[in-house]
């Protein structure tokens, strides 16, 4: 079975500045899919960035960047300028590429609080 | 922008009573999934649907909860009866094709108090 785990219960950045919320997960396959949720306080799930397993470039959608470490299984969301509206738990998601495996795996979530 | 549709948002009632928690998918979505999330256990899956038919429901006790996809349009989660360790925030999420790289997309959730 697969696990999902952050390491990070909660974590605080400066608004404008940097911050990276790490993700690892155990898995036998090596084919499979890598998420981020946002959920903030209204309990949305909103998706924020996904990756490939056999794509070895690392995703990106705008402020939101994720550093793929496939062989050390480690998954990490970089937000850049993060802002207030970045406040919110983050959770890293795990999917099987195999047809009967579609549920996500999700981890512990992350709070993260922006200070402005 | 579709979105999924669940209803009730919130629900309070009394132990031993019967809840059902409602969810239209996004139109055109083949797949269906339930999630409870606990401050204890986190989000965690109780049970999906492809093309209407149940293909996993391991994570649902099953003595007291039922899923259903009556048509493709309605997904519903049953709880009968009700106790107070089923209070938590139910989910429903649905996606395109199974081991997609596709996400799936949530529903804005129930919030289930049982009293």
């Known amino acids: 079975a697969q696990t999902v785990t952050q390491s990070q219960p909660e974590m605080s950045v400066q608004e404008a500045e940097t911050v990276t919320l790490s993700c690892t997960y155990d898995?036998?396959?090596?084919?499979?899919?890598l998420f981020w949720y946002k959920q903030p306080p209204s309990r949305q799930m909103i998706l924020v960035i996904r990756?490939?397993?056999?794509?070895?470039q690392n995703a990106t959608e705008n402020r939101f960047s994720v550093n793929f470490q496939k062989a050390a299984k480690s998954f990490s969301l970089k937000i850049s300028d993060s802002q207030l509206g970045d406040a919110a738990m983050y959770f890293c998601a795990y999917r099987s590429a195999r047809t009967s495996g579609s549920r996500l795996t999700f981890g512990e979530g992350t709070q993260l609080t922006v200070n402005p | 922008d579709a979105r999924v549709t669940q209803t009730p948002r919130h629900k309070v009632t009394e132990m031993g009573q019967e809840v059902t928690m409602r969810c239209q998918p996004i139109?055109?979505?083949?797949?269906v999934f339930w999630y409870r999330q606990t401050m204890m256990q986190g989000l965690e899956l109780l049970a999906y649907?492809?093309?209407?038919?149940?293909?996993?429901d391991s994570g649902m006790p099953k003595d007291r909860f039922s899923a259903e996809m009556p048509d493709a349009t309605l997904a519903t989660l049953k709880i009968q009866p009700s106790e107070p360790r089923d209070s938590a925030v139910y989910f429903c999420?649905?996606?395109?094709?199974?081991?997609?790289?596709?996400?799936?997309?949530f529903g804005d959730g129930t919030r289930l108090s049982i009293l």
């Open positions: 898995t036998s396959e090596s084919d499979y899919y």
């Open positions: 649907f492809r093309n209407r038919a149940p293909l996993d």
């Open positions: 999420a649905s996606g395109l094709n199974s081991g997609s790289h596709q996400p799936q997309h």
């Open positions: 990756q490939e397993a056999y794509k070895q």
């Open positions: 139109l055109g979505h083949n797949t």
